[in-house]
T-cell receptor, first 115, second 115 residues
């Protein structure tokens, strides 16, 4: 079975550019999470969707960050404009609320470098 | 508020040694889940185990074992006869067992196993 799929795996961009990260959750999972990992702050939850609806976006750093989940099989995290301090690894994770509850399965991550 | 503490930032062992990674948690919930994830040098986050707060039985999976003690709010992870491939960052995490639950991660413990 395919796991969580993220693209791109690596992204290098210049300050001020728009960055879009993509995630395809595990088929049948109805919750999706976006995390950011940095050396300084560790793993931080950015936003959590359940049945495509944002439940908790308190971790989204500022208005430059936005996330959407237009359907059950796709989500995007957008940063506009990007800044060097946004450089991090961004993980997407999904969970099945009806099956094996509470276990989040993570994608391989997107390494973002903003110059 | 929930909190997970992994006091060991980095542990170095020689192959074949046993090693225990400590995890202490804080929660006001009476029911909750505890997790361990592994992050190898390649960067992905791999789910290892989930434990329900009702189940204090220790678990063994090959060279891995977990000791859950509610009395001390600890969920320690032991690797027996460590191998170089065990080198990774290990994260302990906690979630509620109700509603729209999210994961609270510890800072992680970096395990270095040398030949």
């Amino acid at each position: 079975d395919a796991g969580v799929i993220q693209s791109p795996r690596h992204e290098v961009t210049e300050m001020g550019q728009e960055v879009t990260l993509r995630c395809k959750p595990i088929s049948g999972h109805n919750s999706l999470f976006w995390y950011r990992q940095t050396m300084m702050r560790g793993l931080e939850l950015l936003i959590y969707f359940n049945n495509n609806v944002p439940i908790d976006d308190s971790g989204m750093p500022e208005d430059r960050f936005s996330a959407k989940m237009p359907n059950a099989s796709f989500s995007t995290l957008k940063i506009q404009p990007s800044e060097p301090r946004d450089s991090a690894v961004y993980f997407c994770a999904s969970r099945d609320e009806q099956g094996i509850r509470e276990t989040q399965y993570f994608g391989p991550g997107t390494r973002l470098l903003v110059l | 508020a929930q909190k997970v503490t992994q006091a060991q930032t980095e542990i170095s062992v020689v192959e074949k040694e046993d090693v225990t990674l400590d995890c202490v948690y804080e929660t006001r919930d009476t029911t909750y889940y505890l997790f361990w994830y592994k992050q190898p040098p390649s960067g992905e986050l791999v789910f290892l185990i989930r434990r329900n707060s009702f189940d204090e039985q220790n678990e063994i999976s090959g060279r891995y074992s977990w000791n859950f003690q509610k009395s001390t709010s600890s969920f320690n992870f032991t690797i027996t006869a460590s191998q170089v491939v065990d080198s990774a960052v290990y994260f302990c995490a906690l979630s509620q067992n109700s509603g729209y639950s999210t994961l609270t991660f510890g800072k992680g413990t970096m395990l270095l196993v040398s030949p």
